[in-house]
């Protein structure tokens, strides 16, 4: 990684960038969230897994605002999530969002789409945002299609743009809302790939991921999700060989 | 289908037609008493009568001004019409240039001439009426458009109900309150010019629509832009003005040319609250009893004026809809 681009310092969880404590969460009548408390330190990889429908989406949206969580608190950097706009858009510019859909903007070209970030938010020159995002397309392994359109590119090239944008903030921590999930099998590991480089350089992450071996891999922490609720959270030695809830048991045979 | 329809009807009254039309015509006179004898058509009321018709009671000497204003708008259109330079700057373009040729007309500037807009009329009056209901009818048409989606109830409902209402009521009572209605508001002693009056009426009518337009842009874009946009730390209207609406402007593109080419067509109903735009300016030049017998020859021409107007502005958005369906980044 380069030194510019936000290196987080290797802390522990003692030194928390995130802080859910009690989050609930209604859609209308619907508990979505249910008594949520999590706590990721810097530099920290929390990978969220879960049957569909538990929450693990709904959960990490409302750590940028996607979503509105009624009550608990949300503290990211120090700064608490309150309904304030620029309380909102100042907690957003730490945090770095992947789509399962890429969510890439079509009318732009893949470097118009990183540099839009920095030159609107940040007031960076559009040519200093340029350079820029040709280092962050080098990082993420596809600098010759900095011209082209995302309707372009193969699913694996758009996540991987996509990270790339995510990255052109500089954010403290980044949120994946399954990845890979929309992508062809031989199309993952080329995005795995490009989120193990990130974790190695030490980036906090939340990754709300089914792919259990990247979990094993670059996970300090897996959180279980089932119903709103986060079932079971432990390191991923014991997590995956023995884990205590039996919603958890059930799951990890199913997928695993 | 229609086009087709009236090439064939062309086509059986052709023989006749020829020999009316060029065979037998006059061509020029300044006398119509030539006309009379001759068994074609007079097409000499055009040449005798043809700046009464383009410029309506405009000052005879001053005409060059309505020519100027004619060519600025027409070569910016043209203009428009590139991919390559549509942006919001071509926008302020635009309201430069109206703004530009409103003052070219109006004189008292530059060393021109005062000109009153009573004495405005014929084709500049047109495209100046056209091209101000369009660079003043996108931009509320696209408020109108958020505003009808805003998450503020009160924004929300005074969109819809501005929409509707317009809506729901023809142009020529809209116009009518424009100009009779505007008067009962404003304090004592301040008057709206009718063009003015004409114009606002004009511009809330096109918002009304339009606006209905966008907002099927709007709803066309997936929640996910919206999202990568707000992640990105985007405000409101850093995302609106850079993600949302150049993607849902460029859906409804083609929809929105046919709301353009009706106003263009919706000029000609100004002439009922008196104003000379050119078919109102034409009908002037005919109260000429010597000339009167010769309408058709010069509703004729005034006829192929707006199609020629029309037809390309529909032949081009037919071309970007050919563009749009195939998937090309328009
Ligand atoms: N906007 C919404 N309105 C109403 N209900 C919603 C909304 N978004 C999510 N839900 C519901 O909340 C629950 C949790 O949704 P969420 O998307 O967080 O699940 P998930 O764990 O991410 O599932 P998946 O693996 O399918 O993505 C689901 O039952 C879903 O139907
Ligand atoms: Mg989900």
């Known amino acids: 990684m380069t030194p510019t681009a936000g290196k987080p310092t290797q802390k522990n969880a003692g030194d928390p960038?995130?802080?859910?404590?009690?989050?609930?969460?209604?859609?209308?009548?619907?508990?979505?969230?249910?008594?949520?408390?999590?706590?990721?330190?810097?530099?920290?990889?929390?990978?969220?897994?879960?049957?569909?429908?538990?929450?693990?989406?709904?959960?990490?949206?409302?750590?940028?605002?996607?979503?509105?969580?009624?009550?608990?608190?949300?503290?990211?950097?120090?700064?608490?999530?309150?309904?304030?706009?620029?309380?909102?858009?100042?907690?957003?510019?730490?945090?770095?969002?992947?789509?399962q859909s890429f969510n890439l903007f079509p009318h732009l070209t893949v470097i118009d789409n990183l540099t839009l970030g920095p030159v609107l938010v940040q007031e960076i020159p559009q040519d200093a945002a340029e350079a820029q995002a040709m280092e962050m397309l080098e990082r993420v392994k596809i600098p010759e299609q900095a011209k082209k359109y995302p309707g372009q590119l193969s699913g694996g090239q758009q996540q991987r743009v996509?990270?790339?944008?995510?990255?052109?903030?500089?954010?403290?921590?980044?949120?994946?809302?399954?990845?890979?999930?929309?992508?062809?099998?031989?199309?993952?590991?080329?995005?795995?790939?490009?989120?193990?480089?990130?974790?190695?350089?030490?980036?906090?992450?939340?990754?709300?991921?089914?792919e259990m071996g990247f979990a094993r891999k670059v996970a300090d922490l897996i959180v279980f999700m089932d119903d709103g609720e986060i079932v079971e959270a432990a390191s991923p030695g014991p997590f995956f060989a023995n884990p205590e809830n039996d919603r958890t048991k059930l799951f990890l045979s199913q997928i695993l | 289908m229609l086009t087709?329809?009236?090439?064939?009807?062309?086509?059986?009254?052709?023989?006749?037609?020829?020999?009316?039309?060029?065979?037998?015509?006059?061509?020029?006179?300044?006398?119509?008493?030539?006309?009379?004898?001759?068994?074609?058509?007079?097409?000499?009321?055009?040449?005798?009568?043809?700046?009464?018709?383009?410029?309506?009671?405009?000052?005879?000497?001053?005409?060059?001004?309505?020519?100027?204003?004619?060519?600025?708008?027409?070569?910016?259109?043209?203009?428009?019409?590139?991919?390559?330079?549509?942006?919001?700057?071509?926008?302020?373009?635009?309201?430069?240039?109206?703004?530009?040729?409103?003052?070219?007309?109006?004189?008292?500037?530059?060393?021109?001439?005062?000109?009153?807009?009573?004495?405005?009329?014929?084709?500049?009056?047109?495209?100046?009426?056209?091209?101000?209901?369009?660079?003043?009818?996108?931009?509320?048409?696209?408020?109108?458009?958020?505003?009808?989606?805003?998450?503020?109830?009160?924004?929300?409902?005074?969109?819809?109900?501005?929409?509707?209402?317009?809506?729901?009521?023809?142009?020529?009572?809209?116009?009518?309150?424009?100009?009779?209605?505007?008067?009962?508001?404003?304090?004592?002693?301040?008057?709206?010019?009718?063009?003015?009056?004409?114009?606002?009426?004009?511009?809330?009518?096109?918002?009304?629509?339009?606006?209905?337009?966008?907002r099927g842009g709007l709803q066309a874009i997936s929640l996910g832009q919206y999202e990568a946009a707000e992640a990105i730390g985007l405000s409101y209207w850093q995302k609106t003005n850079r993600i949302i609406l150049p993607q849902a402007l460029r859906i409804v593109l083609p929809a929105l040319m046919s709301d353009v080419i009706r106003a263009f067509k919706n000029t000609t109903f100004v002439s009922i609250i008196g104003l000379f735009d050119v078919l109102g300016a034409t009908a002037t030049a005919l109260e000429d009893l010597l000339w009167v017998r010769y309408a058709l020859e010069a509703y004729i021409f005034i006829f192929i004026l707006y199609f020629v107007f029309c037809f390309s502005m529909s032949k081009y958005s037919a071309h970007l809809e050919r563009d749009l369906s195939e998937g090309r980044n328009l």
């Open chain 2, 4 to 214: 087709l329809l009236a090439m064939w009807a062309l086509f059986v009254t052709i023989p006749d037609f020829i020999s009316w039309a060029f065979i037998n015509a006059v061509w020029q006179t300044d006398d119509s008493k030539d006309c009379q004898v001759a068994a074609g058509a007079c097409w000499a009321v055009i040449t005798e009568k043809h700046r009464v018709m383009l410029f309506g009671t405009f000052p005879y000497d001053e005409h060059w001004r309505g020519v100027l204003a004619i060519a600025i708008i027409i070569i910016l259109a043209v203009i428009s019409g590139f991919k390559r330079f549509w942006s919001y700057r071509l926008f302020l373009v635009w309201l430069v240039a109206t703004a530009l040729v409103f003052l070219l007309l109006l004189g008292g500037v530059f060393g021109l001439k005062p000109i009153g807009t009573y004495q405005w009329g014929g084709l500049p009056l047109t495209l100046l009426l056209f091209v101000g209901t369009v660079v003043g009818g996108m931009p509320l048409a696209v408020l109108l458009a958020l505003g009808r989606r805003s998450s503020l109830p009160a924004i929300k409902a005074l969109c819809i109900g501005f929409i509707e209402i317009i809506r729901g009521v023809p142009l020529i009572t809209v116009l009518f309150m424009a100009s009779l209605m505007f008067p009962l508001f404003m304090p004592e002693g301040v008057t709206i010019n009718k063009l003015l009056r004409a114009e606002i009426g004009m511009i809330m009518f096109f918002a009304a629509y339009a606006a209905e337009i966008v």
């Open chain 1, 17 to 99: 960038i995130i802080e859910l404590r009690d989050v609930n969460k209604w859609y209308g009548d619907f508990h979505a969230l249910r008594d949520v408390n999590l706590t990721v330190g810097r530099g920290e990889k929390v990978v969220v897994c879960g049957p569909s429908g538990s929450g693990k989406s709904t959960m990490i949206r409302c750590i940028n605002r996607l979503e509105v969580h009624q009550e608990g608190r949300i503290f990211v950097d120090g700064m608490e999530m309150v309904p304030d706009v620029r309380k909102i858009e100042a907690i957003r510019r730490q945090i770095g969002m992947v789509f």
């Open chain 1, 162 to 210: 996509a990270i790339a944008r995510a990255l052109m903030l500089k954010p403290k921590v980044m949120l994946f809302d399954e990845p890979t999930s929309a992508l062809d099998p031989e199309m993952i590991a080329e995005v795995l790939d490009v989120m193990i480089e990130l974790a190695d350089e030490g980036m906090t992450m939340i990754v709300v991921t089914h």
